[in-house]
Each structure stands twice: as C-alpha cells, then as structure tokens.
C-alpha cells in the first residue's frame, strides 16, 4: 500500500466546524483530521452534517480527541472521570463517522507528583487500558501521540514510549508527530525501534527547537528521508498535514516527493 496525504482541520479552528466544509471539500485530499476541540467540537448533530458531507464527497476521516483540558493523569479521581467522559464521545463519534483512528495525547504530570512519585505515570496507563477497551467496543482504533518536549508530558521520548509499550496490559498503536519527535532529533529513533506500533503520523516543519507548525519544506526537517524511512519500516498510513498556514502548498510538496516528482 502507498503512502496516503491527509490534512488536519487544526488550521481552520478560527472558525465554526460547518463554516469551513467548502475548504474541507477544496483542499487536495479527500483524508481529514477532526480536530475535537474549541470550534470544530464534535456533537450529534455535527457528526450527522459530517455523515453526509462524506457520503457526497467520499471524505474519510479521522479524530484528534480534545488535549488542553483532558490530563489523563488528573490527580483527582472525579475530574479524571469527565476527561475520561468527553474522550469516549470522541470515541463514539469516531465510530459513527467510521473514522480511520482517535489520536489522544498522554497524560502530564501535576503538582502533587513530586509527593507521590510514579502516581501520574500510573494512572496515565490506567486511564488508556480503560479507554481501549471502551474503543475497541466501538472499533476504533485508539492511538497515542508523542508530544513535545517542552511540554511537562509523561510521554515524550523513544525511551518513555518503549516502556510505555512493555508496561500496557493492552496492545496499542501510536500516532508518530514527526515535528514533535524532531525537537529532540529522534524522528528515525522512532522508526528504527518502534516500526510495529506506528499506524498514523502527523506532519509539520519546524526548526528543531520549537514547535512551529510550518509548512512542509519552511523548517529544518529532511522531508525525503521522513517519506523514504517511512516506506523503509514498512509504514502504509496517513501523513497528516498539521502546518497552521500553507497547507496545499504541503500537500502539494508531499506528493510529488511519494510521487518521485522531486
């Protein structure tokens, strides 16, 4: 199977979901990423407008699940619950639109971990065995991501990802940020070591020392070796476009390198 192009709604979030269905439509591929969150926030009756949007334009889509406020770690065991609540609507959204994966962000650790150390990380797998079992009930495919360094995740490196992986009652796949993974040179870490559980990537340049949501070939990032080390391990999956500008122009540039135009 080819490499496929995909592009996020991330750089459309200014405005209301069902504003932007005509840029959806003209953008230069028929793979979307829902961004879960703040204006594209899914419900009912948007998953519904959604559902006929795809059968008119053969859309498939995928979810970003909500991150700012959805700490899989929160201490607190009430709060912990409605994160854990608002990510099985994404889920069951997920499943209506037969979406292709949910991709959720790990969990990060709070002030009271330093007082109870290895809390965060525990819960943080406790959470997502729960949540993959609730998915699997739906079918979805329940995916993590790696997030950037400067963020106070618990899952940031190859290292925190293998012991994730060894520590995990339940199999799971992961979503390869290869902007984010680029902020400490380990884009090809990744793929050397974890190949098997790479199923989704997201794509954006940057200049390796903030995340900078550029557009494909603005940044430092070595684009034909990401799509040839992608083939290499065998990847078959979306390259998801999440540049906040430019993002036909990195469709476009995408293409013609899985293409062999450049």
Known sequence: MELELAASTLHLL???LEQVFPDLIRLGTGNIELSDSGN???NPKLVER???LRASYTLNFSIHAPYADTNLSADDDLIREWILKRIRASIRFASELEARCVVVHPGWTTAVDRFMMGRAWDLNIRSLNWLLRYAEEYGVSLLIENVPQSMPYLMVTVDDFQMFFDEM???MGMTLDVAHANLQGEVYEFMRRLPAKIRHMHVSDNNGVSDQHLPIGDGGIDWGRVVSSARAMG???WLVVESYT???ESLGRLGS???GDL
Do not use: N, T, Y
């Open 257 to 259: 390198l899985i293409h």
């Open 235 to 237: 990847f078959s999956g």
């Open 14 to 16: 200014d405005r209301p």
């Open 50 to 52: 959604l559902q006929e």
């Open 169 to 171: 009652e339940l199999q």
């Open 246 to 248: 430019g993002v036909d």
């Open 40 to 42: 594209h926030a899914l």
